[in-house]
């Protein structure tokens, strides 16, 4: 983890069920990696209804996390 992965951060994540099953599932690692090396990489896995949930719920738990 780096430095923007913080103890909250990791508190709000531990307590959604959905991220924590995500960020063990290697497929979605995998994934993450990828996007992470290529954000228009996501386009490719539009059709994935775990991804995207995932990252839905990823993005609105961060958002509102960095902005306060």
Same mark, same amino acid.
């Given at each position: 983890?780096? /430095?923007?992965?913080? !103890?909250? $951060? $990791?508190?709000?994540?531990?307590?959604? @069920?959905?991220?924590?099953?995500?960020?063990?599932? !290697?497929?979605?690692?995998?994934?993450?990696? /990828?996007?992470? #090396?290529? @954000?228009? #990489?996501? /386009?490719? &896995?539009?059709?994935? *209804?775990? $991804?995207?949930?995932? &990252?839905? *719920? &990823?993005? *609105? $738990? #961060?958002? #509102?996390?960095?902005? *306060?």
């Amino acid at each position: 983890t780096g /430095e923007w992965m913080s !103890p909250e $951060l $990791l508190q709000a994540i531990a307590r959604e @069920p959905d991220l924590l099953m995500g960020f063990q599932d !290697p497929e979605i690692q995998r994934i993450m990696a /990828e996007v992470g #090396a290529d @954000p228009t #990489a996501i /386009e490719k &896995y539009s059709d994935n *209804k775990r $991804l995207m949930k995932f &990252y839905e *719920k &990823y993005i *609105k $738990l #961060a958002s #509102a996390h960095f902005a *306060k």
